[in-house]
């Protein structure tokens, strides 16, 4: 368990703890596979671009668009 640095037996970010970590997951999981669609990395030495494959990356993307709006309504409906 994480203690303040007050050590008074209360967690870190308060009773809100895992509603926040799972708005940056799913922030992070949304965000990374947009921008692995959108933006091609190049291979090698003739440059060619290499998309992410749409159908791993838009289920993906929508999972963490999912988790991140629900922590999000937990955060602001508590």
Known sequence: MLMS???DGTM???DDLI????????GALFVG???AMVRPRYVGDGGKA???PARRAVPLALVGLVAAIWALATLLAG
């Open 5 to 7: 640095a007050a050590n």
């Open 12 to 14: 870190f970010l308060g």
């Open 19 to 26: 509603p926040y970590l799972v708005l940056a997951m799913g």
């Open 33 to 35: 596979n947009v921008a």
């Open 50 to 52: 290499v998309r992410a």
